[in-house]
C-alpha cells in the first residue's frame, strides 16, 4: 500500500466534503483524482479513485440539470405572471418549480457529503468501494 496514495485520496475525499459547500473546489478534487489514477498500482486504491471521479461526474451532470431545468421552467412562468397572464397553471408549475429547486440540490449536497464521508472512511480502514 502506498501511503502517498493513501494520503493523495484521502485530500481528494476532504476536497470533495469542503466541495459539497462551495462547488468550484470539486473541481480541483477531481484533477487531482484523475492524476492519481495514472499512479496507483495497488487495486483497492483504484476503486476508490473511481469512486472520487464518479462522485464528481454525477455532481456535475445533476448540477448542469438543475441549470438547464431553471432557465427552461422559470423564465416562461415569471414571463407570464409578468405579462399578466396569472393563470392557476403557470402558479402551480411555479410552486412545485421551486420546491424541486430546492430538493434537488439539497440532495446533491448530501449525495456529495455522504459518499464522501462514506468512502474516506473506508479508505482509512483499508477496505474497497465495492460497486463503486
Same mark, same amino acid.
Given at each position: 500500500?502506498?501511503?502517498?496514495?493513501? /494520503?493523495? @485520496?484521502?485530500? &481528494?475525499?476532504?476536497?470533495?466534503?469542503?466541495?459539497?459547500?462551495?462547488?468550484?473546489?470539486?473541481?480541483?478534487? *477531481?484533477?487531482?483524482?484523475?492524476?492519481?489514477?495514472?499512479?496507483?498500482?495497488?487495486? =483497492?486504491? /483504484?476503486?476508490?479513485?473511481?469512486?472520487?471521479? %464518479? +462522485?464528481? =461526474?454525477? =455532481?456535475?451532470?445533476?448540477?448542469?440539470? +438543475?441549470?438547464?431545468?431553471?432557465?427552461?421552467?422559470?423564465?416562461?412562468? *415569471?414571463?407570464?405572471?409578468?405579462?399578466?397572464?396569472?393563470?392557476?397553471?403557470?402558479?402551480?408549475?411555479?410552486?412545485?418549480?421551486? *420546491?424541486?429547486?430546492?430538493?434537488?440540490?439539497?440532495?446533491?449536497?448530501?449525495? &456529495?457529503?455522504?459518499?464522501?464521508?462514506?468512502? @474516506? %472512511?473506508? @479508505?482509512? %480502514?483499508? /477496505? =474497497?468501494? /465495492?460497486?463503486?
Amino acid at each position: 500500500m502506498s501511503s502517498k496514495s493513501v /494520503e493523495n @485520496l484521502r485530500i &481528494v475525499y476532504i476536497l470533495y466534503m469542503v466541495g459539497a459547500f462551495v462547488g468550484a473546489i470539486m473541481f480541483v478534487g *477531481v484533477i487531482l483524482a484523475y492524476i492519481e489514477r495514472g499512479r496507483i498500482t495497488d487495486h =483497492w486504491l /483504484e476503486s476508490h479513485v473511481e469512486k472520487q471521479i %464518479r +462522485i464528481f =461526474w454525477i =455532481w456535475l451532470v445533476v448540477l448542469i440539470v +438543475i441549470t438547464v431545468g431553471a432557465f427552461a421552467l422559470f423564465f416562461p412562468a *415569471v414571463f407570464a405572471v409578468s405579462s399578466g397572464d396569472i393563470a392557476v397553471g403557470v402558479l402551480a408549475g411555479l410552486g412545485v418549480f421551486i *420546491v424541486i429547486a430546492m430538493l434537488i440540490p439539497l440532495g446533491l449536497f448530501l449525495y &456529495v457529503l455522504i459518499s464522501s464521508i462514506q468512502s @474516506l %472512511r473506508r @479508505l482509512d %480502514r483499508g /477496505e =474497497w468501494i /465495492e460497486g463503486f
